[in-house]
């Protein structure tokens, strides 16, 4: 570990103008061979054209451990307009702040954006008045206005070597989480990332550094200010992958999953009889989730879709708030009630989520269906005309997530090894996590008969 001299030649305006350590290439992981061609390609021509360019954030941070890293982004003090002229097959996107996306081969994307000294997240401040040209900066700056010290590292393909402003390899190494600068004020300008740093903690078994933790711990409830949309996806994130009990554990205690899901107040205040309680509960349906998630991963199936993922983190709720899955309700007692989960989901998830109509349909179609399968079980042979509905499939494989996380009967394995693989996607687009036709929905209000409205 050696700190070097200051490698950036444009000057710094604010208190950030600090030295990096700089790592050589034989004191870290890294290497060229690792990086994504099309993003080395970019790189060397940033470079070439006279401009610095280097990889940033998630990139360096997943090569560092040794984990595959889902996409590449690049910095450089090249502006939008420059950057736009030296890939012909490019767009400048985003409104205050422009960046550069660059089209590569199968529908690949990567990003590019220039070195600035403010998030796009920190603009509800008093910034939010300036100019997005006076939010240009430099590479202290560009590492101080990122989330988490892991996350603010750059990598310069030149001489192979990690620029470290805000000792990001030394938490790297220590397994730590921090929030950069102070915690409460970045948490206040922009409340998701409490999330963020839940979501590294999580996925790569890190702790969060003291100072940050309490600053989540006092601040969950800002969450509640934010896009709905944006967590929305944050929280989906999450839900994907693959480490959904670690990140629920350090959700709940923190705050912040109450503070996403009011409705368990009073679900983590009780016990059912004959069920786990409702937290060790939906951490065994969140264990049942990543290994469904892991096994998309490592065989190449079809993830289940969004509605599946939200509506297994309602089954202790659901549970503990109407007994759906252990009083046998039938015919239009189970109506009755499916429309009472629907009131609840609508009032206390829907809109602070940002839930679309049909996708909170199929939430409660789903745990409906699954308290109709719990019905059916008989020796795990269900009736021909069970089998035959359309939404079989994903009831199945909650009602397999169920009776493992409820009462220790394996039955998920054989579920997974009869998964569809998925379909070759564009790098670009999200996945397609789909195991349910879209535009096919399991639920139609309108169809008459099936059960409670659901397709036949
Ligand atoms: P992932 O593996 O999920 O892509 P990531 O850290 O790369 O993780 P991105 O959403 O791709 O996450 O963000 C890229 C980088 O942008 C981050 O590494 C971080 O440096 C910065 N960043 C993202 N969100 C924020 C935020 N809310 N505030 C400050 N910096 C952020
Ligand atoms: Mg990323």
């Not at 393909?157 to 970045?186: E, K, M, S």
């Not at 490592?298 to 089954?315: C, E, S, Y």
Request: contains cysteine; charged residues 25%; glycine residues 6%.
């Amino acid at each position: 570990m050696a700190p070097v001299a200051d490698k950036t030649s444009a000057q710094s305006t604010g208190p950030q103008a600090l030295t990096p350590r700089i790592f050589l290439a034989e004191e870290h992981p890294i290497r060229l061979k690792m990086i994504d061609s099309d993003a080395l390609h970019i790189l060397k021509k940033l470079n070439s054209s006279g401009f610095s360019g280097y990889l940033v954030g998630g990139g360096v941070r997943d090569l560092y451990l040794g984990n595959p890293p889902k996409d590449f982004d690049i910095s450089t003090d090249a502006r939008p307009g420059q950057i736009r002229k030296l890939f012909p097959h490019s767009a400048i996107i985003g409104k205050r702040f422009r960046l550069v996306q660059v089209f590569c081969h199968r529908g690949k994307v990567i990003e590019i954006s220039t070195l600035r000294s403010l998030s796009e997240h920190d603009l509800d401040g008093p910034e939010a008045v300036l100019a997005p040209n006076n939010t240009f900066g430099t590479l202290a700056d560009d590492a101080q206005r990122r989330d988490l010290t892991i996350n603010g590292l750059f990598f310069d393909i030149r001489d192979q070597t990690i620029i470290d402003y805000v000792d990001g390899v030394r938490d790297l190494n220590d397994a730590l989480i921090r929030i950069i600068g102070d915690p409460d004020r970045r948490i206040h300008r922009d409340p998701v990332r409490m999330m963020r740093a839940i979501r590294h903690s999580a996925r790569n078994n890190f702790r969060i550094e003291e100072k940050s933790w309490q600053a989540i711990c006092d601040n969950h409830q800002m969450l509640a200010l934010c896009p709905p949309s944006r967590l929305r996806d944050e929280l989906l994130k999450d839900l994907y992958s693959g480490s959904a009990v670690a990140w629920l554990e350090t959700a709940i205690a923190s705050g912040i999953f109450l503070t996403l899901f009011p409705l368990y107040k009073k679900p983590f205040a009780s016990q059912q009889e004959g069920y786990p309680p409702a937290q060790t509960h939906l951490l065994r349906l969140a264990a049942a989730l990543d290994r469904i998630n892991l096994h998309a991963r490592q065989r190449k199936t079809a993830q289940p879709p969004d509605f599946f993922l939200l509506a297994l983190l309602l089954i202790p709720w659901a549970e503990s708030r109407y007994g759906i899955f252990s009083q046998n309700l039938k015919g239009s007692a189970l109506f009755q009630i499916a429309k009472k989960i629907r009131n609840d989901i609508d009032r206390d998830l829907g809109i602070q989520l940002n839930l679309r109509r049909s996708l909170r349909q199929e939430m409660i179609a789903l745990l409906t269906n699954l308290s109709v399968l719990i019905q059916h079980r008989q020796n795990d042979s269900w009736p021909k005309w069970l089998q035959n509905k359309s939404y079989f499939a994903m009831a199945s494989l909650l009602y397999s997530c169920y009776m493992e996380a409820t009462f220790d009967t394996p039955s998920l394995d054989r579920q997974l090894s009869s998964l569809p693989v998925a379909p070759e996607e564009p790098q670009s687009l999200p996945p397609e996590r789909t195991l349910h036709k879209r535009g096919k929905p399991a639920f139609s209000p309108k169809t008459k008969g099936g059960i409670f409205g659901l397709r036949k």
